[in-house]
């Protein structure tokens, strides 16, 4: 089964750039990456998604290898209220489900 | 607009009971998917549905079982309670299946 592996936890100064790397070397050419974030206590939040090339939204920006085993969720600036566990996640075309790896539990130090 | 709404944010069972989690997505979302998290296995992938019909199915007993309603609002059932059950249920609702999802703030059952 496609599965993801990230570092189990990362720490990041505040107000500095965050990169948090992925790999998914079992990927099929039309599975999704998507990147998740989730706060104590809550549901998984969206961040980005992306197939092949990078992306940028106001939350991040998403760099795709080019052979698309890797990706790095890329946070600008890190704030305190970006501590979370970001999954990565590849999202299976036709399957409707996503398979979510164990997550990087990122801490930012003030 | 409203998020995904699940009900009851907590609940205690005793083993051998049974149990119904209730979704209510996203106004005009159409698909519902469920996801079981626990400390050891994460976040496991339950099942999804489309306009009442299941499309997908993860790895789990037929203890666990879902519907939907015409209106999207889905529930899922869980018969004979085990301990290992106990796990944050988590719904999720997207319009197609394919694109964003928004997921709740869960179900934390535990079974005792």
């Known amino acids: 089964d496609a599965k993801t592996t990230q570092p189990n936890s990362m720490e990041s100064n505040e107000e500095e750039p965050v990169h948090l790397p992925c790999n998914h070397s079992t990927i099929s050419g039309t599975d999704y990456i998507h990147w998740y974030r989730q706060l104590p206590s809550q549901g998984p939040e969206y961040v980005i998604h992306g197939l092949t090339s990078n992306v940028n939204n106001r939350m991040a920006s998403l760099a795709i290898a080019e052979d698309r085993k890797s990706s790095t969720l890329i946070l600008h600036r890190a704030t305190l209220r970006d501590a979370a566990v970001y999954y990565c996640?590849?999202?299976?075309?036709?399957?409707?489900?996503?398979?979510f790896g164990t997550g990087t539990r990122l801490k930012v130090l003030a | 607009k409203a998020g995904v709404t699940q009900t009851p944010r907590y609940l205690i069972k005793t083993r051998g009971q049974q149990v119904t989690l209730s979704c209510s997505p996203i106004?005009?979302?159409?698909?519902v998917s469920w996801y079981q998290q626990t400390p050891g296995q994460g976040l496991q992938f339950l099942f999804e549905y489309f306009s009442e019909t299941q499309r997908n199915k993860g790895n789990f007993p037929g203890r666990f079982s879902g519907r939907q309603f015409s209106n999207s609002r889905s529930e899922m059932n869980v018969s004979t309670l085990e301990l290992g059950d106990s796990a944050l249920y988590l719904c999720?609702?997207?319009?197609?299946?394919?694109?964003?999802?928004?997921f709740g703030q869960g179900t934390r059952l535990t079974v005792v």
């Open positions: 999720a609702s997207s319009s197609t299946g394919y694109t964003e999802a928004f």
């Open positions: 106004s005009g979302h159409r698909s």
């Open positions: 996640i590849l999202h299976l075309w036709g399957t409707y489900k996503y398979i």
